[in-house]
């Protein structure tokens, strides 16, 4: 409160019955605060008297989880329909409320109290259809605020509603989801009704049985997960994992594995996260930071800074570097290793990723042979990751470094001082011809010391999947929205195969003409955003952070069409 002027009243766990509540009070006493009877307040609300510093709390004050039967619907009752017209926001729904899980790193289960509550699913399927003919959200998002989707046996309702809204209406496009964290049959039958619009993710966080157990976490067994990937994957369903890294107990060699573990039974993408220190969470308490040896920096939430005009203000997070168990150079070695899972995951090197499979290979195991190959290294991809390490040194903060405002004129220039790194660099990378072309050198001559086991047949086929990629990485240093090119393959077929065959198998006798496009806004944007001043690599991390998650690859890649389809498909 001291802190924060503007701020009169805190509200901790739900927030609606007791935001009401005190309004009403506040109605009551002509909105003075001196007024109010602080002894029918609810423990979980907060308030400070400026003249003597004393917060003021009713530490006895009973509070009740709230009936969500009862709440109106914002959606339903009109109050939303502003928010809907703006393009720049996407529509988030709530279908239930709670966690029974508590792991040590999340707070979700403690803020709800773990029971899970549920909203009519009348009132849930009719507000999909309510946005699904509101919303002016241009790429089609919907979210669902939800901890556990398909933990409930109605969810399958619920992802019915969206799938027949997205045929009926043409929304969702997209929609962002946490499904439950154990996957069983039924999270499989949800993520298969919606499989045309999300993909399920399977929450790992670790694969080291005593890194779970330290952060009370308990998966599925290795073998199930195994058995569910293949399952999906019979389905038609997209997956993605996640692992977090700076776990108590886990080192940079076990996480490592753990994602190469991850890549290897083929999930579609492989997320990876810092550990962040969350209040309300058990990581976040004295105790727990003691137990494990946690050393944490605070750094700015590139996407959480106000754009709106008088707010200037922006959200940090505190993130964990170092543990008994992981260093803190360990943790910077992490750092670059995730920022190429992030290169070598993105739609870019889509086709190494799938030769590499095809040869019993992965791109894990890539990015762990070049972090030790350095000695090789090109004098450009050295200077990038030189840049890149120390960038991830100098953003972390120290507490006295938080600020809660800022002047106007600075807030125009935060974005770029607290980018998010590895889009930084991904859009370094990309601004530099002589940079890529090195990288690309680099890892066709060196394809064979960076992958000994692989057979002397794979190497000319991955090697050849390898230019694929680099020609389908848009270079903005001299930028061409489009390209014709003529491969020896069939590539649609190639990506199309069920049964992962190497590229050489689909050898054609005479080349083929393909059309490499990129998306038909990126110039004009690229433009506009030039004309500011700005540098090329700030334009272009720019263009990137104005997407969310992968859906941002499409400011690296060309989109790649038979030659004669995409002809037919402009006439």
Request: one cysteine or more; charged letters at 25%.
């Amino acid at each position: 409160f001291a802190a924060r002027p503007q701020i009169d009243f805190h509200i901790d766990r739900e927030g609606e019955a007791t935001f009401a509540d005190l309004v009403e009070s506040l109605i009551a006493v002509d909105f003075d605060p001196a007024k109010l009877n602080i002894d029918a307040w609810p423990c979980t609300l907060f308030a400070y008297d400026r003249d003597s510093g004393i917060v003021l709390h009713n530490s006895v004050g009973a509070f009740d989880r709230m009936d969500l039967t009862q709440l109106p619907s914002p959606y339903l009752d009109g109050w939303m329909d502003k928010f809907l017209e703006d393009p720049h926001l996407a529509p988030i729904l709530e279908t239930n409320r709670g966690c029974p899980y508590s792991c040590s790193f999340c707070a979700w289960g403690n803020a709800t109290q773990s029971k899970v509550r549920q909203f009519p699913v009348e009132v849930v399927v009719e507000e999909i259809r309510y946005v699904a003919t509101r919303s002016k959200n241009p790429h089609k998002l919907l979210y669902l605020a939800d901890a556990n989707f398909g933990i409930l046996k109605r969810d399958e309702d619920i992802a019915r509603a969206i799938a027949d809204s997205s045929v009926n209406f043409g929304f969702p496009k997209q929609t962002y989801v946490y499904f439950a964290k154990i996957t069983n049959e039924r999270v499989i039958r949800v993520a298969e009704l919606m499989k045309t619009v999300t993909s399920m993710s399977m929450s790992k966080q670790s694969v080291n049985d005593d890194v779970l157990a330290n952060i009370k976490r308990s998966n599925i067994p290795h073998e199930q997960y195994d058995d569910l990937m293949r399952e999906c994957e019979k389905r038609g369903i997209q997956t993605f994992s996640e692992l977090i890294y700076g776990l108590p107990g886990e080192t940079y060699d076990s996480f490592v594995k753990g994602v190469i573990r991850t890549v290897r039974q083929k999930a579609t993408r492989v997320a990876i996260y810092p550990l962040l220190l969350i209040a309300g969470a058990e990581n976040y308490t004295a105790a727990h930071r003691e137990m494990f040896g946690i050393q944490s920096k605070y750094r700015v939430f590139p996407r959480f800074i106000s754009t709106m005009e008088g707010l200037r203000t922006l959200e940090y997070e505190e993130v964990t570097i170092a543990n008994d168990a992981l260093s803190f150079e360990d943790w910077l070695r992490i750092r670059e290793f995730h920022f190429m899972i992030n290169l070598f995951a993105s739609e870019v090197f889509s086709d190494l990723k799938l030769e590499l499979e095809a040869h019993d290979l992965d791109y894990a195991t890539l990015a762990t042979r070049i972090l030790e190959d350095k000695p090789a290294w090109p004098a450009t991809w050295t200077a990038l990751l030189e840049r890149f390490r120390r960038a991830a040194v100098e953003e972390l903060l120290e507490p006295e470094d938080l600020r809660v405002e800022y002047d106007a004129d600075e807030m125009d220039e935060i974005e770029l001082k607290f980018p998010a790194q590895n889009y930084y660099y991904y859009a370094a990378l990309a601004c530099s011809r002589k940079t890529v072309t090195e990288l690309h050198n680099y890892l066709g001559d060196g394809l064979a010391r960076l992958f000994p086991e692989a057979t002397e047949g794979a190497l000319p086929s991955v090697r050849g999947a390898l230019s694929l990629c680099f020609d389908r990485m848009i270079c903005y240093e001299d930028f061409e929205p489009r390209k014709d090119v003529a491969y020896s393959a069939d590539l649609d077929a190639w990506t199309s195969d069920a049964e992962g065959n190497s590229l050489a198998a689909y050898r054609l006798e005479q080349p083929r003409a393909y059309l490499l496009s990129a998306e038909e806004s990126l110039r004009p944007r690229l433009d506009e955003l030039l004309s500011r001043g700005l540098s090329l690599t700030d334009a272009v991390y720019k263009l990137r952070n104005g997407y969310i998650g992968y859906r941002g690859d499409v400011v690296f890649a060309y989109w790649r069409t038979v030659l004669e389809h995409a002809k037919a498909i402009v006439a």
